[in-house]
């Protein structure tokens, strides 16, 4: 009986003391991983949804889950957390059943050397191959977060980032004191500059931007109001604003150097363009076609996590000049944003077709709004090609090299010159106006992830099976279905 | 003369006409797509040769020129409403001058830069055979065709074919009969591998072959043998040394025929063995197989070798007599014998086990390029990474490759054959003094390339001058600009840098083409929409 009764005491001694370590993990707390500081809440929040795959591990806060995987000697029940493991033949190889998803962490850990030789053995680039380099870079940084190497923290004693191991040799003090006095010192020297990634990522900015859009269409929708909507519009905008600066303020560059950064950008330069289209030609549906278009960006940057990474990391040194990201990058994002804003007016009238005969003269109207959206697309991407040649030829030394991305750049202006050209010919109709400026939007969506996706994983990757492509594979599906019904259509009309 | 007229008209009507701008606009994207997807699979180089360098793409090109160009024409003289027209088109016919210049006289290239040498050589991206005459001191560069497939050259250089280039080609690997040969110049083909690589080895002891006898691969070295000597291998005597005759296989270990062992004053190890004639034969195994003389140079000439095993018990040495192996096992002190004839054999190093593909004692390997197209996997080539070029001298014909230099004879002199890269040599030289990088804080990733070079020019009076060249800041001199394209490792913590180097001299235009292609179209929206409003 006394047995028991200390040995639950204990247990609850030891909660107690459990609980307060992992206290003095605050949110706050300065960490310098990935080759930049940033707060312990955001390093915790992107390690836990890599490892697990989830937004959170046992419903506790991530901060705790990261602390009890660093303290990981105190809490050996987190040795069992389960690590995502997505690939069939991944799955095979570690010995996992096929129906699960998931393998605790310490017995992946024992697996790290096979996943490593499997790695070795496999000669050319398959999805297996590249499924197998993340499960690795999975058990490696579960592994480096349990001997705490991912994380440095701000050594009060020496100014500079040491590992947890290295900060308790230093001083006598016990962990949560060092861990509170180092972010008041690493305040004091460095300033809480840092901290503002945290705001930004707590205020879920884009979530609100969603929803100020969704209500904005709904009510220019049903209440016929312009006036609400683009009120709406505006506020929207003014929230992506300050989404956008306060990733410019963190990254300390121009919001348009990834996937996900460039889908944001694009989302919010179409909704900015057909306002500004809007003020030559009120026609609701630019602002409709704005609206849509942006939901449906800050919709992949909520849920195509596999596809888009939101975490900020350092660029590459090719990329590292403000003046030409900012200028070269912005002008081709925003060249997409109007071609999208002439693919959402396309389609719109295309639905419009297909619901209720639209007459000749209607849809001759609507060709011509289309094509004012492509007007400015055009001359954008015009431009945005020129200055990345400039920028090619001031960096590299050549202005033009036949580069897939610079390459499909120039197909995508191609494509939309041949629709500009065309009316000029009795070949493009109304009707196959509207069909090629609804489809044009593919050789965007190539250009913008279909060479990152397909193009950029070679012969021998059989890319298609991958997030990204599947995302494109399956849009340019839908669109070709669309496309396919509303040429049968008219021409059962004809 | 009307019906030239006519037909001028008619011709300028087509070229002229929106249709035929759409039908080229359109094969031109075509092509595009086709050639982003090829150098998706094959690379940017056989992408370049295959497509946009190729003659059709060119064509296009000029179509496209010629389209624009007409277009314009036809709408002359000058209208007031299409004075955003003009100037688009205008600059679009000025882009492709100046392209036109960049592809004739533009220079693109690359220096390679090790720390404190001066360099001056620039490498250019086109083939090139170099063959010098060694006897009467003549060179000649023969420059090969861009060519993205196998091409059949008819070039004679002072009784040299020049016969086949092969852009891009991978080593294939034949085996020869020939019922001559000698029963110790057997070859063998061998797979070794653990759980985490995997390596297939090619060994040879016919001199017709293109394989050596005796390979590294990493801390492991095999030497392959002739069969013959395995069992007097294994045989064991206090000396560790066996001794065979070249000529006839005979192997025999020092203690069998009661050699004298010594060792000199100095304590160096030596083996007499008599020669039948009472000539005493000298051995140092310690230092090499052939015998010496009594000037203590070595006799190449002697049928006789020695080998000493104790060189080979401190590190990883795999002996391969055709279908067996020996290895030295330091925990038991001994030599062990195994054969590949039935089983895959285990080896003591790091669970590397080693398997006998093929093994011939009539037929001979030898390596033949053969064409490829280049694969590219994750931005790299990873196959046909290699050009060769097929020669014939008399009657006889050969293959080199950008890999293997090949050194012939006419029967006066030595012949050196070379594939390699064109150079041009600057006037001037250019030294680097420090390559730095920088990396992002805590990690290894670099965050910044830079290096620091001083220039001397003969030509000028300014002396050295110094420069700092990184990403997006090149250096500007002499109508060529220095770009920080690359770095290579030449030492821990040490690197040698490599700059692209370039000459554009249709820049000029194409930025004038440029501006005045954007001027003009936002010109002509304007004058539309004030037209538009007009009417309106």
Not at chain 1, 99 to 122: C, G, H, P, V
Not at chain 1, 200 to 227: D, E, F, N, P, Q
Not at chain 2, 35 to 49: I, W
Request: aromatic share 14%; proline share 4%.
């Amino acid at each position: 009986m006394k047995k028991t009764i200390l040995g639950l005491f204990f247990v609850i001694f030891s909660l107690q003391t459990s609980a307060n370590i992992c206290d003095s993990f605050k949110e706050e707390l300065p960490l310098q991983a990935g080759g930049r500081v940033k707060p312990l809440f955001v390093l915790a929040k992107e390690s836990v949804k890599f490892l697990t795959g989830k937004s959170k591990y046992n419903n506790e806060p991530q901060v705790v889950t990261f602390c009890k995987l660093t303290l990981i000697d105190q809490y050996p029940e987190y040795k069992n957390i389960p690590l995502l493991v997505e690939h069939i033949e991944s799955k095979e190889l570690v010995g996992l059943p096929i129906d699960e998803k998931f393998m605790s962490a310490d017995k992946l850990l024992l697996k790290k050397d096979l996943i490593r030789s499997e790695i070795m053995k496999q000669k050319q680039s398959t999805p297996f191959k590249k499924d197998l380099n993340k499960l690795y870079s999975r058990v490696d940084t579960y592994e480096k977060i349990i001997t705490k190497k991912t994380q440095m923290f701000f050594s009060t004693e020496t100014k500079t980032w040491v590992s947890l191991n290295e900060i308790s040799s230093l001083t006598n003090e016990t962990l949560p004191t060092v861990l509170k006095n180092n972010m008041k010192d690493y305040i004091e020297s460095e300033g809480d500059h840092y901290l503002l990634e945290l705001t930004y990522v707590k205020s879920h900015v884009y979530s609100w931007a969603l929803l100020l859009c969704i209500i904005g269409i709904i009510l220019t929708v049903l209440l016929k109001s312009m006036k609400l909507g683009i009120s709406f519009a505006l506020a929207t905008i003014f929230l992506e604003i300050a989404g956008m600066t306060m990733r410019i303020l963190v990254s300390g560059r121009a919001p348009v150097t990834n996937m996900y950064e460039t889908v944001m950008f694009s989302g919010f330069g179409a909704l900015v363009i057909s306002l500004g289209i809007l003020y030559i030609r009120r026609d609701k549906v630019f602002l409709l076609a704005g609206f849509g278009y942006n939901i449906l960006c800050l919709f992949m940057m909520m849920f195509a996590n596999n596809m888009l990474s939101s975490s900020i990391s350092p660029l590459v040194p090719v990329l590292r000049d403000n003046f030409w990201l900012s200028t070269h990058v912005t002008t081709i994002i925003l060249s997409y944003a109007a071609l999208a804003l002439s693919w959402m007016v396309a389609n719109i009238t295309i639905f419009k077709m297909l619901a209720k005969k639209l007459t000749k003269k209607e849809y001759r109207y609507y060709q011509d709004l289309t094509y004012t959206c492509i007007k400015v697309g055009i001359v954008l991407l015009a431009i945005g090609i020129i200055l990345g040649g400039v920028w090619a030829d001031y960096s590299w030394g050549r202005f033009w090299g036949w580069d897939p991305k610079e390459t499909w750049s120039l197909i995508v202006l191609l494509f939309y010159i041949i629709i500009v050209h065309g009316r000029y010919t009795s070949w493009l109709t109304t009707h196959r106006f509207i069909l090629m400026s609804a489809g044009g939007f593919m050789t965007v969506m190539m250009a913008w992830f279909g060479v990152n996706y397909i193009l950029a994983s070679g012969l021998h990757s059989y890319g298609f099976s991958e997030g990204g492509a599947i995302f494109l594979g399956t849009f340019f599906a839908i669109q070709t279905v669309i496309l396919i019904i509303a040429y049968k259509q008219r021409h059962k009309e004809i | 003369m009307n019906k030239i007229i006519e037909l001028y008209l008619y011709i300028e009507g087509i070229l002229s006409s929106a249709k035929f701008a759409v039908v080229i606009i359109t094969l031109f994207a075509i092509a595009l797509v086709y050639g982003t997807f090829q150098e998706s699979y094959h690379g940017a180089v056989f992408a370049g040769r295959l497509v946009y360098k190729s003659w059709w793409f060119m064509g296009i090109e000029a179509l496209m020129f010629l389209s624009i160009f007409m277009a314009t024409m036809v709408r002359l003289p000058v209208k007031k409403r299409l004075y955003g027209f003009y100037v688009i088109h205008a600059g679009l016919l000025t882009i492709f001058i100046g392209s036109f210049f960049t592809y004739v006289n533009g220079v693109d290239g690359s220096i390679q830069l090790l720390p404190n040498t001066p360099a001056k050589k620039l490498v250019i991206n086109e083939d090139v055979l170099r063959i010098d005459f060694m006897g009467d001191n003549k060179s000649f560069k023969v420059p090969l065709p861009k060519t993205a497939f196998a091409k059949d050259l008819d070039i004679d250089v002072n009784g040299i074919q020049i016969n086949t280039f092969l852009p891009s080609a991978e080593l294939k690997t034949t085996w020869i009969e020939d019922p001559m040969m000698s029963t110790s110049q057997h070859s063998g083909h061998f797979q070794i591998f653990n759980d985490m690589v995997s390596q297939e080895v090619i060994l040879s002891l016919s001199d017709k072959s293109d394989f050596k006898s005796m390979q590294k691969m990493g801390p492991l070295t095999l030497h392959y043998m002739p069969f013959l000597l395995k069992d007097c291998f294994l045989k064991k005597d206090p000396s560790g040394y066996i001794i065979w005759n070249l000529t006839n296989g005979e192997c025999f270990t020092p203690k069998e025929k009661s050699l004298i062992v010594d060792k000199t004053d100095k304590g160096t190890n030596f083996v007499l063995l008599e020669d039948g004639k009472g000539k005493y034969i000298k051995f140092f195994p310690d230092f090499s197989p052939v015998p010496v003389l009594d000037d203590l140079s070595k006799d190449m000439n002697s049928p006789y070798r020695v080998l000493s095993k104790n060189l080979f018990k401190d590190k990883p040495n795999l002996f391969i007599f055709g279908e067996d192996i020996v290895y030295y096992k330091k925990r038991k002190k001994d030599w062990i014998g195994l054969s590949l004839k039935d089983d895959i054999a285990k080896l003591p190093w790091m669970s590397f086990k080693l398997r006998l593909i093929k093994h011939s004692n009539d037929s001979f390997p030898v390596e033949t390029p053969s064409y490829i197209r280049p694969i590219q996997d994750s931005g790299e080539i990873v196959k046909g990474d290699l050009k060769a070029v097929q020669v014939t001298l008399g009657n006889n014909t050969y293959w080199l490759n950008s890999n293997a230099p090949l050194a012939l004879s006419n029967g006066k002199s030595e012949i050196r054959l070379m594939l390699t890269a064109k150079e041009i040599k600057l006037p001037y030289q250019l030294t680097l003094n420090k390559f730095k990088m920088n990396k992002n804080p805590g990690t290894n990733n670099p965050a910044s390339y830079e290096s620091f070079v001083q220039l001397l020019d003969g030509r000028s009076t300014d002396g050295v001058t110094k420069h700092h060249v990184y990403m997006n800041n090149p250096l500007k001199y002499d109508d060529f600009t220095f770009y920080q394209a690359s770095y290579f490792p030449i030492g821990p913590e040490q690197y040698g840098s490599v700059l692209s180097v370039n000459y554009d001299p249709g820049r000029f235009l194409k930025y004038l083409g440029c501006f005045l292609t954007v001027f003009g179209s936002i010109w002509h929206y304007i004058i539309n929409r004030k037209r538009k409003k007009a009417t309106a």
